[in-house]
């Protein structure tokens, strides 16, 4: 672990400053938030909580007995930390899981491909299939395709995916996920290979969840990495003839046990101050930044308020609510049974935020407040600003798991972080610990901490006076 | 591929300076290089040739079938490119193949992890074997431990590897890749376990070849990639007791074809200089920068030479070979069959010089020369010093291929490359064509045209005149 000292010094007269005169934070409030800053930046609680995750647990397939022992080791952490309330909130999902793949192109440069099936796909004949490729530079080209002549054909999207800081070029760039199968079943194709929805250019294809439109002929479909598509790419560049072999075999066997864990922080009112994670990840790495990460820093945290709680005997105005939401991968499953299962408490929450985007430093607060409310933004960027953290838009989806209660009108935050290198890692073999530093997921903590704190005790709330159809907007 | 353009600028008034004073060189022939070098930047034949063998042959294991279409692919390349007396020379090695290679944490923290089995290694028993762990620092610390206490468990050997620039952290961390399991074997384990030798925190396990000693029992052994490594390091840090299960499947069929693709450059007289690559791979890359960069550099730089030859009319004085040596990876054996080839012509071999170390920026120019023909090197090193080379040591190996015959007694070079960051993809799926940078290559190539003109065309030879032992010596 890297030493965090750096961060102590650079920050090391915060508290010592006066207080920004503030409308909605408190002198007293904000001076706790910067003392929780200070902590957090030498504490490395983040990076412990992930680390127990990915050592003790690793990969954490939403409805595997792998998820069902992280709900376990979710329960035992919040314990240890000293979180309240601690609870698993059981649902079902439909559970699929790999259990072969491989692929290679037989002629005319026989040579093996390094492929992964995406989420949901069903599998291949036990012999594979064998086919012709024929190669579309974009998913749009392929929608843009005549409904004949891709009928016994291997349909190959190879659209690349851009690099962004904010994660943009995800966005546009999954929609091959579902799109490709889709698109090739209805005109006969028999599979479906993409370039995998990723940055990296080492030889791990990306999985992902896929979903099959309804009354589409279900087509098997993987991910390529990016050097193999690269390959097929040469490959078809010299010979209009590509064949591939590609065998796919999955398990669909019916509803299995997800669930949430949940934990709390008392505050002194019945209003609720809600951050999380998701507990599952994908089955090829570890989950340390999809989404261990997200678990540590907001658990972290909480584990610093507690603390502070624990020194100044002073409990917020508010509850703290932290989830580590089930099969989030899969389709949201634990976010749609949280937002049903607390459907009519939700006017009751006042904010919510999920850290999903790895462990990379948060460089911007973004919300989705009532308008009329944003100078209480205002108010906390002022004081995460020594951070690095600027003020953002509006427009702030505040993570995945909290689209459902979003959707609902609770107002939510984006710390949004700095995802430059995270496509590299997302759904891949290589998302294990070493992937993220110390330094970085402190800061994470410290700005949640800070953010939480300050929201679980401000005057007034986030929503707009005159509801707002915005709100409610995806 | 990258624009070459910048190179082209940089030398761009190279080959209207005045030739250097030199003794063995003649203006004639140093101006003639140092053009070789100006066209060699601005070609692209270096990234071809390794372009071409890994979409038209991919991988390449030493006696397999796909060797045998990299021999075609070579005979075909050298002939399309203006090589003559192409023929292959055929020898037969013990093959070995990996079928099947899977591992996992079994307690208390079950995960997959993620190995290769080392070329060589025996396989397991169909089932596997499950067994406790024992770590062991280094190597030194396992053969440092008692003969007894390690009967029925799994030996892992953690010894990290260093990152350097000359290549150097790979002697010292390679001798685990045999050692581990002949230590483990002599005291009563079940199979070994190696961190991966390389440099890579990605989550790829390196292969390579080890070598049981006689008499020793033949345990099973594969590497983990380094964060399979750290994974279990953790789980041990945690548990004493950590078991792992393990199965490996190979083939070892007996003898299979190999051979060496050679080809010439007919020069005045019989003496010859000789560079080569080797064309075998590891199964797991398409062995771009192991061993494919080495063909493309020395092929290419053949082909600057025979480009020139045509336009000057002028050919050298000596001849040039190049050979693609065959089965280096599993024991030098091309190298050896062409050492007997050559057996008693090897006193017309005025030096010898291999590429393989990927396709990194040559930085240095390292000799093992006669102690009296140092100058020679001297005034190559002043022709060489616009791409960035300086002068070397004289105890240069002069690549893997070249050991056989130096150790007989020819001179040897070692056009020594930045190998920074080579072994973070050595032996590993990574090793694939996008990691070459097309201007690294020519800046190669150019390196070796203009050596291999040099020393094709200057006065007396390298050897000492005096006999000297050190000549020979490993």
Not at 247 to 256: E, K, L, N, T
Not at 391 to 415: C, E, H, Y
């Amino acid at each position: 672990m890297r030493h965090l000292a750096i961060s102590a010094v650079f920050l090391g007269l915060m508290t010592a400053q006066p207080a920004l005169s503030q409308d909605y934070i408190t002198p007293r409030v904000e001076n706790e938030a910067r003392e929780l800053i200070e902590k957090s930046l030498d504490s490395t609680i983040g990076y412990e909580v992930v680390e127990s995750l990915t050592t003790e647990v690793g990969p954490r397939l939403a409805g595997s007995e792998a998820e069902e022992r992280a709900r376990e080791w979710g329960v035992a952490k919040f314990r240890e930390l000293g979180f309240k309330n601690v609870r698993v909130e059981p649902f079902e999902i439909p559970y699929w899981e790999r259990s072969f793949e491989d692929a290679e192109i037989v002629s005319p440069f026989p040579q093996k491909l390094r492929i992964t099936a995406l989420g949901g796909s069903v599998g291949t004949p036990d012999e594979g299939v064998e086919a012709e490729i024929v190669r579309f530079e974009t998913l749009q080209a392929l929608r843009d395709a005549p409904m004949t002549g891709l009928e016994g054909k291997i349909v190959f999207v190879d659209e690349y995916m851009t690099r962004t800081q904010d994660g943009s070029g995800y966005g546009v760039a999954v929609q091959k996920r579902s799109g490709a199968a889709n698109e090739a079943g209805k005109r006969g194709a028999v599979a479906a290979l993409i370039r995998s929805v990723g940055t990296s250019q080492h030889r791990f294809p990306h999985t992902g969840q896929m979903r099959y439109d309804a009354d589409v002929p279900k087509v098997p479909i993987a991910a390529l990495s990016a050097p193999d598509a690269d390959q097929l790419q040469r490959a078809l560049e010299r010979d209009d003839s590509v064949t591939v072999w590609l065998a796919i075999d999955v398990q669909s066997p019916g509803m299995r046990p997800s669930g949430n864990v949940i934990a709390e922080i008392q505050g002194k009112s019945d209003e609720i101050v809600v951050i999380g994670g998701h507990l599952d990840s994908w089955d090829l790495g570890t989950g340390a930044v999809d989404d261990g990460a997200g678990v540590g820093i907001t658990v972290g945290a909480g584990k610093m308020i507690i603390d502070h709680i624990r020194e100044t005997g002073r409990r917020p105005e508010r509850t703290i609510r932290v989830v580590m939401f089930g099969a989030e991968e899969v389709g949201l499953y634990g976010a749609r049974a949280y937002a049903e299962e607390y459907a009519d408490d939700l006017d009751k929450h006042i904010v919510g935020a999920e850290s999903d985007f790895g462990a990379g430093r948060i460089w911007r607060f973004e919300t989705r407040f009532g308008e009329d409310k944003l100078d209480r933004a205002a108010e906390m960027v002022k004081v995460l600003a020594p951070l690095g953290i600027g003020p953002g838009g509006n427009m702030a989806s505040g993570g995945p798991d909290m689209g459902p209660i979003r959707q609902r009108g609770v107002p939510v935050v984006t710390l949004k972080q700095n995802g430059w290198d995270y496509f590299d890692l997302h759904h891949t073999p290589d998302d294990t610990l070493d992937k993220i530093d110390p330094d970085d997921i402190a800061q994470n903590v410290a700005a949640y901490a800070a953010f939480v704190w300050m929201a679980a005790n401000m005057e007034g709330d986030f929503r707009a006076e005159e509801p707002d159809e915005t709100l409610a907007s995806e």
